[in-house]
C-alpha cells in the first residue's frame, strides 16, 4: 500500500477499549476503532478519553483507524 492512499481526519477519543484500542469521534461524527501506531506506542505516547487526535484511515476499511498524533 502506498503512504499518501490514506486519509488523515481529526477526531476525539471517547472510549478507552481492551489492546490498546480505542473509540474515536471524527470530526464528521462517525465513530470508528482506532489503535496507537508504532512510534507512539515506542515513546510511550498515552492516550486518554477526551484528546484530540488525529487518525489514519485507509479508502479500503473506514471504520477502523491508526492514531499517528496526539494534540493538545
Given at each position: 500500500?502506498?503512504k499518501e492512499d490514506?486519509i488523515?481526519?481529526?477526531?476525539?477519543?471517547?472510549?478507552?477499549?481492551?489492546n490498546?484500542?480505542?473509540?474515536?469521534e471524527?470530526?464528521?461524527?462517525?465513530?470508528?476503532?482506532a489503535?496507537i501506531s508504532?512510534k507512539m506506542r515506542?515513546?510511550?505516547?498515552?492516550i486518554?478519553?477526551g484528546?484530540?487526535?488525529t487518525?489514519?484511515?485507509?479508502?479500503?476499511?473506514?471504520s477502523?483507524?491508526?492514531i499517528i498524533?496526539?494534540?493538545?
Open positions: 500500500m502506498v490514506n488523515e481526519m481529526q477526531g476525539i477519543v471517547i472510549d478507552t477499549l481492551p490498546t484500542m480505542f473509540r474515536v471524527l470530526e464528521n461524527g462517525h465513530i470508528i476503532t489503535h508504532g515506542k515513546n510511550y505516547i498515552r486518554l478519553m484528546d484530540k487526535v487518525v489514519e484511515l485507509t479508502p479500503y476499511d473506514l477502523k483507524g491508526r498524533f496526539r494534540s493538545r
